[in-house]
């Protein structure tokens, strides 16, 4: 019903900044929370941040509060996560995803994904 696709990643110094985009496709867009999760090479798939349908409520996980930002535009079927001060640990694919859970945080709560793009931060 829903399908995603992400794009913005890429190579940046630690101290810099990245804009990543997710496309969604779908008339009911607006009635699914949205979220990014991030993995690494031998690592679980990890929450990042969330937003609510309205784009009113997010949350986000500890490492990333005060550095991230995930916002969305429904108009244009678009959610975005604006990240500042990146740092090495931050470095993964980074995954849109959306869903009807009612969990903010598990994978289990979210129904679509999309295909993930590399994040890459130097030291």
């Known amino acids: 019903q829903v399908q995603l696709v992400e794009s913005g990643g890429g190579l940046v110094q630690a101290g810099g900044s990245l804009r990543l985009s997710c496309a969604a496709s779908?008339?009911?867009?607006?009635?699914?929370?949205m979220g990014w999760f991030r993995q690494a090479p031998g690592k679980e798939r990890e929450f990042v941040a969330t937003v609510s349908g309205s784009g009113v409520s997010t949350y986000y996980t500890d490492s990333v509060k005060g550095r991230f930002t995930i916002s969305r535009t429904n108009a244009k079927n678009t959610v975005y996560l604006q990240m500042n001060s990146l740092k090495p640990e931050d470095t993964a694919v980074y995954f849109c995803a959306a869903g009807r859970g009612a969990s903010a945080t598990s994978r289990e709560a979210y129904d679509y994904w999309g295909q993930g793009t590399q994040v890459t931060v130097s030291s």
């Open positions: 779908g008339r009911t867009f607006s009635l699914y929370k």
